[in-house]
């Protein structure tokens, strides 16, 4: 048995999304059902919509930045009650028993985590993401949202937030650190607000000086435009921390000449295509190039609690269901302040 739900969905590669409607499996004794308040739009939506990252499966309801209420829970579910705030990030599960489960990186699962869509559950059954009313999740893998966050602002946290949090921690954001911020879109935007959180001096490296008010009331304190050569001259060997949230490819040897002496230069931009780099930008000057990719659930869980510690949310538009084209196309054009969610009551209104 299942249920039927309001969704929006991407019927092929590439193409426009249209609204359509999917099932959503029975309650398992440890899962949740939720209906979903606020869906995000994350660049990494569009990049699988369209294939960027290889092959993916369609129809595809896009959405891994979800946050909405609990409507029924199954018998064994201990963690959560109908009416409690909930949100849903990029996996939905993994194996529970291996190394990296075990020590709460399910992102790095070996048997390969189950993502929130475009993935296959263990049951053999396609994953449909956020783009819905109603979603069903594995208990493990529900976070809840702290009062005081709104559904809305915290929607976005669940990737966008995870995905900045995490590297930011573990490479020591803090005080006395300089973090330079690549990118001012959605990721960036929310590593600039944690970073400054964290009591970092933060600076923002954007493609232009468009958005520089945003970026210092957002916590930065210095804000560059990388279209001016003059900018990789200035900030020489400035930096602790480079987190690039960029979605495209970089001069990723411009950007390593920024760091300091044993600094590093994290990536979470995914773009479809390989970054390069000369093996003298790393060696001199004993330099780390990074990655990172979101987050463990114990540590979304952590994230959210600072999150509300702190008073941050996301910066968001928020549009109905028969905007989510434009808004994707405006994503793509880097004209997003700073992340879109899709309000969910209109889907399939
Ligand atoms: P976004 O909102 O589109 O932000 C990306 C920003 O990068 C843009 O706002 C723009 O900032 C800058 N940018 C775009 N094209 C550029 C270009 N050609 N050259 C230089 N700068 C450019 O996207 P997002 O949702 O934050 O996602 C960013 C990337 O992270 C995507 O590739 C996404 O798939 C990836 N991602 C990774 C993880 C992970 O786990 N590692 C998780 C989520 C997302 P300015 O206008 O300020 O220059
Ligand atoms: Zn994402």
């Not at 399910?106 to 396609?126: A, I």
């Not at 607000?193 to 490296?205: D, F, N, P, R, S």
């Not at 600094?263 to 001199?284: C, D, I, T």
Request: glycine share 14%; with cysteine; net charge negative.
């Amino acid at each position: 048995m299942t249920t039927t739900t309001h969704a929006i969905a991407v019927p092929s590669p590439g193409a426009p999304l249209a609204p359509t409607t999917i099932e959503r499996r029975d309650l398992r004794p440890d899962d949740v059902l939720i209906d979903i308040a606020f869906a995000g739009i994350c660049h990494s939506d569009i990049h699988q919509a369209r294939e960027d990252w290889g092959e993916a499966i369609f129809p595809m309801v896009p959405g891994h930045e979800i946050a909405g209420v609990v409507a029924a829970v199954g018998p064994e579910v201990t963690k959560y009650r109908v009416g409690d705030r909930v949100g849903v990030g990029c996996m939905v599960d993994s194996c529970g028993e291996c190394e990296y489960c075990r020590a709460g990186t399910e992102q790095f699962c070996v048997r390969g985590n189950v993502q929130t869509y475009n993935g296959v559950g263990f049951d053999g059954e396609k994953t449909y993401g956020g783009y819905s009313r109603q979603i069903v999740v594995k208990e493990a893998f529900v976070c809840r949202i702290p009062e005081g966050i709104g559904l809305d602002v915290a929607a976005p946290l669940l990737c966008a937030g995870i995905t900045t949090y995490s590297p930011l921690r573990q490479w020591g954001a803090g005080p006395g650190k300089k973090v330079a911020v690549v990118g001012l879109g959605g990721l960036g935007h929310m590593a600039v607000k944690l970073a400054a959180a964290m009591g970092a001096e933060v600076t923002v490296l954007s493609q232009s000086l468009k958005k520089r008010e945003d970026g210092l009331r957002l916590g930065a304190t210095g804000y560059y435009a990388t279209s001016d050569e003059g900018t990789f001259e200035a900030l020489r060997g400035r930096f602790d921390l480079i987190l690039n949230t960029v979605s495209a490819k970089l001069p990723v040897d411009a950007y390593l000449g920024l760091l300091r002496v044993g600094g590093a230069m994290v990536n979470v931009g995914a773009p479809g295509e390989p970054l390069s780099y000369n093996a003298f930008s790393l060696l001199g000057g004993n330099r780390v190039l990074a990655g990172s990719m979101i987050g463990g659930i114990a540590e979304t869980q952590e994230m959210l609690d600072f999150c509300a510690e702190h008073g941050i949310g996301a910066e968001i538009e928020t549009i109905s269901a028969d905007q989510v084209n434009e808004a994707y196309e405006r994503v793509d054009n880097s004209d997003v302040r700073y992340r879109f969610v899709i309000d969910a009551s209109t889907i399939g209104a």
